[in-house]
C-alpha cells in the first residue's frame, strides 16, 4: 500500500495551506467530513450496502437505538459475515456506537447528519431537479437563519449553466434541440418559481450581509433572463416550422426525415449513403502546415514586405488660402463689427436676425454658426477674429421660437436674443 502524502506536500514550497481560508474551514469541518470519507470508501456495492445498512437503522424514530438481535432479524437478507463486517466498519468509523452496558447500538451524531444531507438528495434524484436540490439548501438556511454563502454561490451557477444551455439550443437552430431545451425548461420551471419565492425572502431579510444581498439579487437577475426565453422558444419553433419542406402529399416533412434518421445506427446510415454519395480523392503529397506556410507569406508576409519599402513623401509648402476661407474671414469681421456696434449702442438686447442677416443664406448661416463660439473658454490664446469674436461680452438667451423675416433666402430664423453681460460693475 503506498504511503500517503503530507497535505504540505499538495502545495508549493512556499505557501502554508493553513494560511488558506478554504483549507482552514475544511480542515475544521474534517470531523463531520470523515463520516463520508467511511461511507463512500470502496467499491460501488460495498458503499450501496453500507449506505442501505446505515439507512434502515436511521429510519426508525420511535426506538432509535438496536439490540444486536434486532439488527439481525432487520437484515435477515443480508450475508451475516457481511453484516457483520459493514457493522464493524461503520463502527470504526464512528457512525454507529455501542453502548456496552445496555448492549445497544445507536446512530453518532454525524451518521445522523450525513443522513440527513444524503435523504434529501436522494429524495431529489432522477427527476432532472438538481434546481430543486440547491433551492432547498438556501431556503432551509434562510429558514434556521444560517444562509451558506457557497449554497447562493451553487444555486447561482445552475441558474447561469441552464441559461447558458438554453442560448446555446437557441443559436444552434436546430428544431431538436430547441425542444429538448423547451422540455427541460418546462421541467425545472416549479424549481424556478421556488427560488423566485426564496429570492424574493431574501431580500426582504435586513440580517443579510452585503456580499449574500449582491448574491441574492444576482440570482434573481438569473431567474428572470431564463424565464425570458420561454417565450423565445415558442418564437423560434414558429420560425422553424415555417420552413418545413413538405414531401407531396404524404404528410412527411423534411423535419419527420431529419427525425428518423437520428434514431438509426451509423452501420444503417452507411447503408443509405452506399453509392448516393461520391467523395473527392484527397492529396496526400499537400500537408496543413506547408498549406499554412504558404497562406501566412501570401497574406501577410508579402503585404508586411510592401509596407516596409514605403518612403516618406517630400515636404511641400502648405497650400494658400482660398477665396471662399478668405471670404468666411470677411464676413467674420463683419459680424465682429456689427456685434460691437450693437454691444455699445446701450441696450441691454437685441433679436440675434439684427447681427445675422446677411445677403444670401450661406452667409446668413455662417454666421449664426458663430454665435456659437460666444464665451468658448478654448479661444481665450487666440489672436484672430473669431477668437475676439468668442471674446465678446454677449450671451444667447432665449431661442424657443422661431420668427419669419422678410428675406429672399432665408424663410425662419431662431427667435433667441443677445444680451451683454455686465463688466467690471456696468
Not at 461503520?90 to 446512530?107: F, I, V, Y
Not at 437577475?221 to 402529399?249: C, K, N, P, Y
Not at 464676413?331 to 438686447?349: K, N, S, V
Request: hydrophobic share 45%.
Amino acid at each position: 500500500m503506498p504511503a500517503l502524502l503530507a497535505l504540505s506536500e499538495f502545495f508549493r514550497e512556499d505557501v502554508d495551506p493553513a494560511a488558506l481560508p478554504l483549507v482552514s474551514r475544511l480542515s475544521g469541518a474534517w470531523p463531520m467530513l470523515s463520516v463520508f470519507v467511511t461511507l463512500f470508501r470502496g467499491g460501488d456495492e460495498e458503499v450501496l450496502v453500507r449506505l442501505l445498512v446505515l439507512r434502515e437503522l436511521g429510519a426508525r424514530a420511535d426506538a432509535p437505538r438496536w439490540s444486536p438481535q434486532e439488527i439481525a432479524q432487520r437484515f435477515a437478507y443480508l450475508n451475516d459475515t457481511k453484516l457483520s463486517t459493514v457493522l464493524a466498519r461503520l463502527k470504526d468509523g464512528d457512525l454507529l456506537l455501542w453502548d456496552g452496558d445496555a448492549g445497544l447500538w445507536q446512530l453518532s451524531e454525524g451518521a445522523r447528519v450525513a443522513l440527513s444531507a444524503l435523504s434529501t438528495m436522494v429524495d431529489f434524484a432522477g427527476d432532472d431537479v438538481e434546481l430543486g436540490y440547491l433551492t432547498s439548501q438556501v431556503a432551509a438556511g434562510q429558514a434556521v437563519g444560517q444562509l451558506s454563502d457557497d449554497a447562493l454561490a451553487h444555486l447561482l451557477a445552475r441558474l447561469n449553466e441552464l441559461t447558458c444551455e438554453f442560448e446555446d439550443a437557441l443559436e444552434s437552430q436546430s428544431e431538436f434541440r430547441i425542444r429538448a431545451a423547451q422540455h427541460r425548461l418546462e421541467a425545472v420551471w416549479r424549481w424556478v418559481a421556488k427560488s423566485t419565492e426564496v429570492v424574493r425572502g431574501l431580500t426582504a431579510d435586513e440580517t443579510l450581509t452585503l456580499a449574500q444581498l449582491a448574491q441574492a439579487q444576482a440570482v434573481a437577475l438569473a431567474q428572470s433572463r431564463m424565464l425570458a426565453l420561454a417565450g423565445t422558444f415558442e418564437r423560434r419553433l414558429a420560425q422553424l416550422a415555417a420552413q418545413r419542406v413538405h414531401l407531396g402529399i404524404s404528410g412527411l416533412t423534411s423535419t419527420d426525415i431529419a427525425d428518423w434518421l437520428r434514431h438509426r445506427q451509423q452501420g444503417q446510415l452507411g447503408k443509405l449513403a452506399a453509392g448516393a454519395l461520391s467523395f473527392a480523392p484527397e492529396p496526400a503529397f499537400l500537408s496543413t502546415p506547408e498549406l499554412a506556410d504558404v497562406a501566412e507569406y501570401e497574406l501577410i508576409a508579402r503585404e508586411r514586405a510592401r509596407a516596409g519599402d514605403a518612403v516618406l513623401p517630400g515636404s511641400t509648402s502648405a497650400p494658400v488660402s482660398g477665396v471662399p476661407e478668405i471670404e468666411r474671414l470677411l464676413e467674420a469681421e463683419a459680424m465682429y463689427d456689427t456685434l460691437t456696434t450693437l454691444g455699445m449702442a446701450g441696450e441691454t438686447g437685441f433679436p440675434i436676425d439684427r447681427a445675422v442677416l446677411a445677403g444670401s443664406y450661406d452667409e446668413t448661416a455662417y454666421r449664426l454658426s458663430l454665435l456659437s463660439l460666444l464665451g468658448d473658454p478654448d479661444m481665450r490664446g487666440d489672436d484672430s477674429i473669431v477668437a475676439q469674436l468668442a471674446r465678446l461680452p454677449l450671451r444667447l438667451t432665449g431661442g424657443l421660437g422661431v420668427t419669419e423675416p422678410e428675406h429672399p433666402e432665408v424663410a425662419c430664423l431662431s427667435d433667441a436674443t443677445l444680451s451683454r453681460i455686465p463688466q467690471d460693475g456696468h
